[in-house]
Every structure is written in C-alpha cells, then in structure tokens.
C-alpha cells in the first residue's frame, strides 16, 4: 500500500529537486501547463524542433508526450524525443488527447506506444479504450459518460501496451497492470477549465522525475493536484471556472504535507 506519508515525501522531493519537465504538447494548454509546473516547484521547457528535442529530452527529468493539437512534424518529433529519453533511462509520460475522436489520433497514439518506450500513459477512460482498440463513448477530446469497469480497463491497457496506466475522471486509478490504486480526490470543477487533464499529465513527469516507482510518482501526483484542487474549490465557492483556475495554481503551489495527510484520499482498488 503507498502511503500517504510516503505521498508527502515525494511532493517534497519535487519541491526540493525543481525536475526540469520537457513538454511537446498541445497549443491550447502551453502556457497553463508552464504556470502548473513552476506553481508546483518544477521547471518547464517546450521545445518542439526535431533538431533539438533529442538534446532536451536528454537533459530532462521526464518527457510529457501529448498529441492534443498534433500536426506530423510534432509527431515525428514526439518519436526522436521519445527515443533519446528511451536511452539516457528518462521517463516518458504520454497522454493520448483525443484517441477514438479520429482515426489520424488513434493510429498516431499507437504509433508512438509502439516506437517509444512509455513509462506512463494518462487519459480519461475514453481515451484510454481506443489506444487499445475498445470502444467508449467521446465527444471530441472529452470522455463520454459510461458505467464501464475503468479499474479493468486501466489494468488491460497497462498489460496490453507493458506500461503504467492512469484513467482520470471523478476517481483516479493507477495501476502497473497488477497492482491498483483508487485516488478520491480532485473536483468537478476541475472539468470546466481546459487543460486540466494535460496539465495533470505534466505534473505526473515532475513526480517521475523525483521517483522511480512510477505507481508511488503517480500516486503522489494525482493526491497532491486533487487535494490543491479541492482547496482551490473551497476558496473560490460563490465564483466561477476563472477564479478557480487562477486559484488552483495557487494551491498547487501551496498544498503542503499537513494537507496531504488531511485531506489525501487513496485505496487499493478491487
Ligand atoms: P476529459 O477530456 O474527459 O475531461 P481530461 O484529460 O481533461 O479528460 P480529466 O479526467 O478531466 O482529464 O482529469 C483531470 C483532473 O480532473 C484529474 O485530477 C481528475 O481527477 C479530475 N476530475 C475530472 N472529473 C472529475 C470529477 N467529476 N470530480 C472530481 N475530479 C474530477
Ligand atoms: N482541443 C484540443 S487539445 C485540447 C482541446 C480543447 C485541450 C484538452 O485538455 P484537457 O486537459 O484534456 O482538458
Ligand atoms: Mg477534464
Ligand atoms: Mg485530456
């Protein structure tokens, strides 16, 4: 069982370590994730370029994949960073934005699990199906409402792709295709603001990068943004998504142990 202990201990770590976190991501979440990482206490780069994205994924703590707004330079570009990441032993989290809402998503999602050695891969439950060839209710790059068994779904994609598996939604799962964890915390309101999914997934890179147990790292990821989002929730009641968004950036900065301990929300899931 991962503690809540050693939860705060690797919030901690980020906060002392500031992982350098290369992002080739989407253009509508470039910025909110930069302010996500550095609220948190990592450091965030962007760097698409195919003649550079090698040098940077070496440098980096983690690499976050993320084909949110994919074009085919991006892609291949994806591919080498992900590669040179693969060898200098660089975690690799990627999130699959919009696999099944197009054939062109799907394949690409694929096509990198296939070339690239993915440590994590993070998606709502929609998502998380098509890359493995199920189908699942999705409106564009959002997930459908289903009653599906999502623990079973993120246990078969984990086993399928020989990699960790994280399905968001309104609880978290995490599993290594054996063991399973249940995170109960985060808020609804966290679907009204756009990015909040892509942003989680760059955070998750920062928890790699300080810790290599990736179902610790991805644990301690989804409490500590879930608690800051329901501390945000709680400060921002009688407002709205924009008061919200500004807020959850600043208890990303300050969501401290004490809350973790508090407020951290994890089980073993059945
Ligand atoms: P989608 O496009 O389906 O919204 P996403 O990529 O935005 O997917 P989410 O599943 O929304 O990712 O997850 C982002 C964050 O929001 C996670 O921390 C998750 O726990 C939280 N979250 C999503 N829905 C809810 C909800 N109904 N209640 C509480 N937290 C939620
Ligand atoms: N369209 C393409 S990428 C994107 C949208 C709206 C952002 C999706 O972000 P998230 O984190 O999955 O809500
Ligand atoms: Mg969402
Ligand atoms: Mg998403």
Redesign the pocket.
């Known amino acids: 069982m991962i503690s809540l202990h050693d939860i705060a201990r690797t919030l901690e770590r980020v906060r002392e370590k500031k992982p350098l976190v290369h992002n080739i991501t989407?253009v509508?979440?470039t910025n909110f994730t930069a302010n996500g990482l550095l609220a948190l206490g990592a450091s965030p780069v962007m760097a698409y370029a195919r003649e550079e994205v090698a040098d940077m994924a070496r440098l980096a703590g983690a690499l976050v994949l993320n084909i949110?707004?994919l074009n085919q330079p991006e892609v291949e570009a994806m591919i080498i960073a992900g590669k040179a990441a693969n060898q200098q032993q660089v975690p690799v989290i990627f999130d699959p934005?919009?696999a099944g809402a197009t054939s062109y998503r799907t394949e690409t999602a694929r096509r990198i699990l296939q070339e690239v050695n993915v440590s994590l891969l993070r998606g709502n439950a929609a998502e998380i199906a098509h890359v493995i060839g199920e189908n699942w209710t999705i409106k564009g790059?959002d997930a459908g409402e289903s009653n599906g068994d999502i623990v079973a779904l993120a246990k078969k994609a984990a086993l399928h792709w020989k990699t960790h598996v994280v399905i968001t939604g309104r609880e978290d799962i995490i599993t290594d295709g054996t063991a399973a964890y249940l995170i109960k915390n985060g808020h609804s309101i966290l679907t009204k603001v756009?990015?909040?999914?892509?942003l989680l997934t760059s955070v998750i890179g920062a928890f790699a990068s300080v810790e290599q147990t990736l179902l610790t790292a991805g644990a301690a990821a989804l409490v500590s943004y879930g608690v800051a989002a329901e501390l945000a929730a709680e400060k921002t009641e009688e407002k709205g998504p924009g008061s919200f968004q500004i807020e959850f950036l600043n208890q990303l900065a300050m969501v401290s142990s004490e809350d973790i301990l508090r407020y951290g929300a994890v089980a073993v899931a059945m």
């Open positions: 989407n509508v979440v949110g707004t934005v919009g790059v756009t990015g909040t999914g892509c």
